[in-house]
């Protein structure tokens, strides 16, 4: 006879989290080029020290030219990438891909259809 404790028969649930990968970063750099005639001074990735489930170890935090301050953060949370405002910390959107959410702050890239940059 087969016994098995009740401890063998729990599942762990890993949250399916997105990280900011070199495609990314590639496009960060084309978007932030092609985005400071419109106001973009400067972005940069960071990474967390307080790790939490589901959410990317590494943000993206945008300047624009009217303050010192940092004006947005990207980050991904499971299979959206969330947009908010980095003066306020209010969420602004949540979008699918990655290059959508640069798009939300400023759209200085064309999205051509099948391209995508999640």
């Known amino acids: 006879m087969l016994?098995?404790?009740?401890?063998?028969?729990?599942?762990?649930?890993?949250p399916f989290q997105m990280e900011i990968l070199?495609?990314?970063?590639?496009?960060l750099s084309r978007w932030l080029d092609a985005s400071m005639p419109m106001g973009?001074?400067?972005a940069d990735i960071f990474t967390t020290e307080e790790k939490q489930a589901g959410t990317s170890s590494a943000?993206?935090?945008?300047?624009?030219?009217?303050t010192a301050d940092p004006a947005y953060k990207i980050y991904s949370r499971g299979n959206r990438w969330i947009v908010m405002d980095a003066v306020r910390d209010n969420?602004?959107?949540?979008?699918?891909?990655?290059?959508?959410?640069?798009?939300m702050i400023r759209p200085v890239l064309p999205r051509?259809?099948?391209?995508?940059?999640a």
């Open 3 to 14: 016994y098995s404790s009740e401890a063998s028969r729990t599942c762990q649930i890993i």
């Open 91 to 103: 969420i602004l959107g949540s979008f699918a891909g990655f290059a959508d959410a640069l798009n």
């Open 112 to 117: 051509e259809k099948g391209i995508v940059a």
């Open 40 to 42: 973009i001074c400067n």
């Open 22 to 27: 070199s495609r990314h970063t590639d496009y």
């Open 59 to 66: 943000y993206v935090v945008i300047w624009v030219r009217e």
